[in-house]
């Protein structure tokens, strides 16, 4: 195998001086596609003082990492990132390229996209490759899945979000080549970094967590939302939500769990006033065991729980809250919740 072969790319990024998971997760799903293929797998990694952390691409299946190790790719720009992903293309003519759902590559892919003319498809929950080699870039749609192909434009690119593919096992025997990349010189850009703030979370990770509550259009209002963060705090367990929570302005986007929000794997799912759209429940696919309580027996999301409870959220959950909250304050009833 040649590194000249069209290889797969993987467009790695920086978040405080580590590599985050999703990278790792996709470099792993890229080498399975690099290995059916019989090419290379090329990671971009851009930034400062990242270097030392090349090592860990290698053993997790990357044959090529282009480092960009300069000040100029210190901070995250979209038009200096373009510009050098861009020319490498050219140079090296990627087949497939795939990039984490996170706020850099949700904005970066669709601009290398349209820069390159080709096609895109975001919020992938699978990746595979047909007969003819051609990837099969697989989303959630009209109750199944769908599957979108690029059969003549190159690079095939497609964005995906942590948890879709499992964490590789690292192999530290594995090394590879280092190629560097220089910023474009002297480039003038329209959107300057004054400071960089960091704002820490808040409640658990949604991705980490062993147990996540997740609430839905049911809550009725913020008060309702409130009484299901509430029960989340009571469990310990991390808070997520539906597109309509955001939508309504109860939660932060931040929240949001399916397609185009986070994927989770907890070892206990409690949705509450949720109806089941696959939209969101393709991002709990990972869950051990599922829980639902809604007001409507004939809800969809009946048939995707292990578990379900026909009662009012808005009556169930201050209900739940309270009995837990009297079952910590008692010494001689408490318990470990879940």
């Not at 470099?27 to 930034?47: S, T, Y």
């Not at 704002?199 to 991705?207: A, C, H, I, S, T």
């Not at 829980?291 to 027996?297: E, Q, R, T, Y």
């Amino acid at each position: 195998m040649s590194d000249h072969i069209n290889p797969v790319w993987v467009i790695g990024e920086k978040v405080d001086g580590n590599i985050p998971p999703i990278c790792f997760e996709i470099i792993g799903q890229a080498r399975k596609l690099a290995d059916e293929l019989d090419a290379p797998v090329e990671v971009l990694l851009f930034g400062k003082g990242i270097r030392d952390r090349v090592d860990s691409l290698f053993h997790a299946g990357a044959d090529v990492v282009h480092v960009g190790d300069a000040t100029g790719f210190e901070v995250y720009q979209s038009e200096i990132y373009l510009a050098s992903i861009t020319a490498l293309v050219d140079e090296r003519k990627p087949q497939i390229m795939l990039i984490g759902s996170t706020f850099m590559g949700r904005e970066l892919a669709p601009l290398i996209a349209a820069k390159l003319g080709t096609g895109l498809s975001a919020h992938c929950i699978d990746l595979v490759l047909d007969e003819d080699g051609i990837l099969e870039q697989q989303i959630p749609a009209y109750g199944g899945l769908m599957s979108i192909i690029c059969p003549d434009k190159r690079p095939q690119i497609a964005t995906v979000a942590r948890g879709v593919f499992p964490m590789p096992t690292l192999d530290e025997s594995r090394s590879g080549k280092i190629l560097q990349v220089d910023p474009p010189p002297e480039m003038i850009t329209r959107v300057k970094t004054l400071e960089v703030v960091h704002v820490e979370p808040k409640g658990l990770p949604l991705e980490t967590a062993p147990v996540v509550v997740a609430g839905g259009a049911g809550a009725g209002s913020s008060e309702g939302w409130q009484e299901i963060a509430e029960l989340a705090e009571a469990l310990n367990a991390a808070l997520g939500s539906t597109r309509p929570a955001v939508d309504e302005g109860w939660t932060d986007l931040e929240t949001m769990i399916g397609q185009s929000g986070r994927m989770v794997s907890p070892e206990i799912y409690i949705g509450i006033g949720l109806s089941g759209e696959q939209q969101h429940m393709v991002g709990i696919m990972g869950a051990k065991l599922m829980i639902a309580i809604n007001n409507d027996p004939k809800s969809p999301v009946f048939g995707q729980v292990d578990i379900g409870i026909v009662e009012d959220c808005r009556q169930f959950v201050p209900a739940l809250v309270k009995a837990l909250k009297e079952m910590e304050s008692d010494p001689v009833r408490a318990t470990h919740v879940v």
